[in-house]
């Protein structure tokens, strides 16, 4: 299947201050990839779409000036989470659909964040 | 109700029994349903990818759907200890549509 790069795996940073996550897909263009959150024993959250070019679309609830969204390219897509508190403290998992006869969605690897 | 109901189990098997992973939907627009496979504290893994009813059959895993029930299934013959995972079922109506909704996981435990 495609591969979708997802860095880093785990960070562990202090309250205040800004993380940054990258999402890349390494075989394939993707226009529009996908943002979730995940607590323990829980299922995906959809926070944001993300569209190569424009602006992220957000789902009601999730804070745009918090998690700032970049679709830099079409292979690339970046989830900044500012000014973070404990309270941010998730998993974080990208993904991008790939195009074609067989529209599949792929996972990055997650990122764990941990914020003190 | 949910869109999507899954039985979070836990679920406990010996190896080498056949394994049945259900959701339930409510949505009739859904279209293309898919099974994932999520390991701890990884990112789901794409398990198998149908559309509309029927069955499909991927090496030990077979996935049945049954759009007048609103059921879909997920059935993994031979179970291995390596199959320990949480299996999440997601489906949506297609198309450039690409949000996907998801049950809330089923967490199985294949005992060797």
């Known amino acids: 299947g495609a591969v979708v790069s997802q860095h880093p795996s785990w960070v562990i940073c202090k309250s205040g201050t800004s993380v940054k996550i990258e999402c890349r897909s390494l075989?394939?263009?993707?226009?529009?990839m996908f943002w979730y959150r995940q607590f323990p024993k829980q299922s995906l959250m959809l926070m944001a779409t993300?569209?190569?070019?424009?602006?992220?679309?957000?789902e009601q609830g999730v804070e745009k000036d918090k998690f700032l969204i970049n679709h830099a390219s079409l292979t690339l897509s970046t989830l900044t989470v500012t000014s973070a508190h404990p309270e941010d403290s998730s998993f974080y998992i990208c993904?991008?659909?790939?195009?074609?006869?067989?529209?599949?969605?792929?996972f990055g690897s997650g990122t764990q964040l941990s914020v003190l | 109700q949910k869109e999507v109901e899954q039985d979070p189990g836990p679920l406990s098997v010996p190896e080498g029994a056949i394994v049945s992973l259900n959701c339930t939907y409510s949505?009739?627009?859904?279209?293309?349903f898919m099974w994932y496979r999520q390991y701890s504290r990884k990112g789901p893994e794409l398990l198998m990818y149908?559309?509309?009813?029927g069955n499909k059959e991927d090496g030990r895993f077979t996935a049945q759907v049954d759009k007048s029930s609103k059921y879909i299934s997920l059935f993994i013959r031979d179970s291995q200890p390596s199959d320990s995972a949480t299996y999440l079922c997601?489906?949506?109506?297609?198309?450039?549509?690409?949000?996907?909704?998801f049950g809330k996981g089923t967490l199985l435990t294949v005992n060797p």
């Open positions: 993904s991008a659909p790939t195009t074609g006869e067989s529209e599949k969605l792929f």
């Open positions: 075989d394939f263009q993707a226009t529009t």
């Open positions: 993300s569209n190569e070019g424009s602006k992220a679309t957000y």
């Open positions: 949505n009739s627009a859904f279209q293309y």
């Open positions: 149908t559309y509309s009813s």
């Open positions: 997601a489906m949506n109506s297609g198309g450039s549509n690409y949000k996907l909704t």
